[in-house]
């Protein structure tokens, strides 16, 4: 009955959704939403980055839909903003928060309460009064009914050059910082941007990844000078200039986004995509285990040899180019944000910045070549690195599970046991094999870790087919009503957190022959997620059937008064028995 009144509700709110009386305000308030948006600089000078907040104020038990995929008939909230002389990025919207919907019996991503919604823009030219229209599209329900959302609110802003941004309104949350266009360095920060840049190249050499090879590579550098001080400099510049060129290769790669993506790349938009998030998640795992030194970058030979003959200057350059790449596994959050931060700024003042942390990076080894006496001051390697890099471990492993926070939740866990394989994997490859180990060994080795990798890869992370019977949530009165006409119900008792039950999907729920027969039978199949506490299953689970824990499968069966109950994952033939007694639905 629920299910029918939902999906008029959202055929109406559908048909209504062009007809839906707007606002030409800047802020609107009904007994349902309440909307308002605030600048988070009035007036922005040209050329700058700023930002519009989109302020929601919802009744009490009123919910927008968060998931375009979970969302009824495409009914999520969503927001569109424009402006002339304005370049808009997509809007970043919150967090959602899970919701048990009672109305399809399922857990739905969704917004409620007081949240907001922030716009990054860029101002291109002078004007004057400027209008910005946001449309904002929604379906806002509660438990009892849903109604359309249309508004279009506009707001006056002046593009000037004597505005001053130096006071926001209100600072950007750090999660939407990386997001386009949401920056909080802005195009009248330059003096700031600049040294930071250079600063930022500075602290790469403190990373554990480059720490122990920098004195290594200058003492090889200056004994490549044979105590010639003007070749040792120009060494030292030759390897400066590796070092900037593999920074110029980031700035070709923000430019070559920027003109393929626009003038704005949604950087924003990868992390909405589940598929990326758990690959970035997954990447934090193997950066922690390098820096909990389960595996190692070797520094090639030409490098750490003692050999001064060979190189020269392009091999200096080379050694500069490899000493950056060698960084990037310390200073891949850095380098990441840099490259999103880019895609939000004009290109030139995007490729300084980029080749200013090469230049930042580099200068130290132009310094200590040019007066190798200071490498007595620098301090040696030992313990304390070991310990700053396990410290850092720690943290990309809680940026990792930061990360998972948008991945659905019955998604994690495969996740999470992935993880785990990906280490043993990675354990395998590095640390079962040494340099004495026979060739042939070493490479059967290897190809097991890899085809682990690959095969449970596939099996965990892989989008789950759609099962073979048409489940429907736990609904009280569909229960009811399939009681009194008499058709037989099968219901599921499960939990996200039992692992029987996952064992019982596996070898009853995806058998063909156990889902013809409730085809055939005409049986109501009923998923009881009993996950909370307070979910409706949980409390009929105990106070209707009497059951303690799942898996449990309940049958409630034409002429039989009492429910049948099959306890534990091992019921396959004890259910086949009592399907096949049933009528085929034809009869």
């Known amino acids: ?31 349902t939403v309440g909307v308002k948006l605030v600048f988070q600089h009035r007036p922005v000078a040209p050329n700058s980055n700023s930002t519009v907040q989109v302020i929601f104020n919802l009744a009490k038990d009123w919910h927008f839909y968060a998931d375009e995929k979970t969302a009824p008939q495409d009914m999520n909230l969503k927001i569109t903003a424009e402006g002339k002389g304005l370049i808009f990025a997509q809007a970043v919207m919150p967090k959602g928060h899970l919701y048990f919907d009672k109305v399809t019996g399922k857990k739905l991503l969704v917004y409620s309460e007081n949240f907001s919604v922030f716009i990054p823009f860029t101002a291109k030219t002078d004007g004057r009064n400027t209008e910005v229209k946001i449309a904002i599209r929604g379906l806002a329900c509660s438990e009892q009914l849903c109604k359309p959302i249309t508004y279009e609110l506009t707001k006056k802003l002046d593009i000037s050059k004597t505005a001053k941004m130096d006071k926001p309104a209100f600072m950007v949350p750090a999660p939407v910082a ?7 360095l802005y195009g009248g920060a330059k003096h ?7 600063l930022a190249g500075v602290l790469l050499n403190v990373m ?18 044979e105590k010639n001080r003007a070749k040792s400099i120009l060494l030292g510049l030759a390897f400066a200039a590796g070092i900037v060129l593999f920074f110029a290769a980031l700035a070709g790669l923000s430019i070559i986004l920027k003109l393929g993506f626009g003038l704005v790349f949604q950087w924003g938009d990868q992390f909405r995509n589940p598929a990326f998030v758990v690959g970035m998640a ?50 891949f959050a850095i380098l990441t944000f840099v490259l999103a931060w880019a895609q939000t700024q004009p290109i030139p003042l995007a490729t300084i910045t980029i080749l200013l942390i090469g230049v930042g990076m580099a200068a130290p080894y132009v310094i200590l070549t040019s007066v190798p006496k200071l490498l007595g001051a620098i301090p040696k390697p030992g313990r304390w690195m070991e310990l700053f890099k396990h410290a850092t471990g720690f943290i990309l492993l809680a940026i990792g599970v930061k990360l998972l926070e948008a991945v659905q939740l019955e998604k994690i866990i495969n996740v999470l046991y992935y993880a785990i394989v990906l280490t043993v994997c990675i354990w395998m490859w590095s640390v079962c094999v040494s340099h004495n180990t026979p060739a042939v060994k070493k490479w059967i080795i290897r190809a097991i870790a890899v085809g682990l990798a690959i095969f449970l890869g596939f ?15 736990y609904d009280a009165e569909i229960i009811a009503s399939a009681q009194q006409g008499n058709r037989p119900i099968l219901m599921d008792f499960t939990a996200d957190w039992c692992l029987s039950c996952k064992i019982l999907e596996k070898i009853v729920y995806s058998n063909k022959q156990v889902a013809d027969l409730i085809k055939q039978k005409g ?19 105990k106070e209707i059937y009497n059951e303690p824990a799942v898996p449990v499968t309940v049958l409630l069966l034409p002429g039989k008064e009492a429910p049948i109950k099959l306890r534990g994952n091992l019921i396959k033939n004890e259910l086949i028995k009592n399907l096949q007694s049933l009528k085929d639905v034809e009869e």
């Open 282 to 331: 997954l990447l934090m795992v193997v950066l922690a285990l390098y820096m909990f030194g389960l595996f190692t970058f070797g520094i090639p030979a030409s490098v750490s040899s003692s050999n001064k003959q060979g190189g020269g200057f392009a091999g200096s350059v080379g050694m500069g180019f490899l000493a950056a790449v060698l960084s990037t596994p310390c200073s």
């Open 523 to 541: 049986v109501l199949a009923i998923k009881a997620d009993t996950t909370g506490y307070d979910y409706p299953a949980a409390k009929a689970l």
């Open 208 to 225: 554990p990844c480059v720490w122990p090879i920098l004195p290594i590579i200058v003492m090889r550098l200056v004994g490549q000078a």
């Open 192 to 198: 700031i941007v600049l040294p930071l840049a250079i």
């Open 1 to 31: 009955m629920y299910k029918r009144l939902f999906l008029l509700l959202t055929a109406v709110a559908a048909a209504n959704f062009l007809s839906y009386p707007a606002t030409a305000s800047d802020q609107i308030q009904d007994d």
């Open 459 to 473: 099996t965990l992370l892989a989008e789950k087919e759609k099962g073979l019977i048409d489940w429907q949530g």
């Open 178 to 184: 990386i997001a386009p266009g949401s920056v909080a």
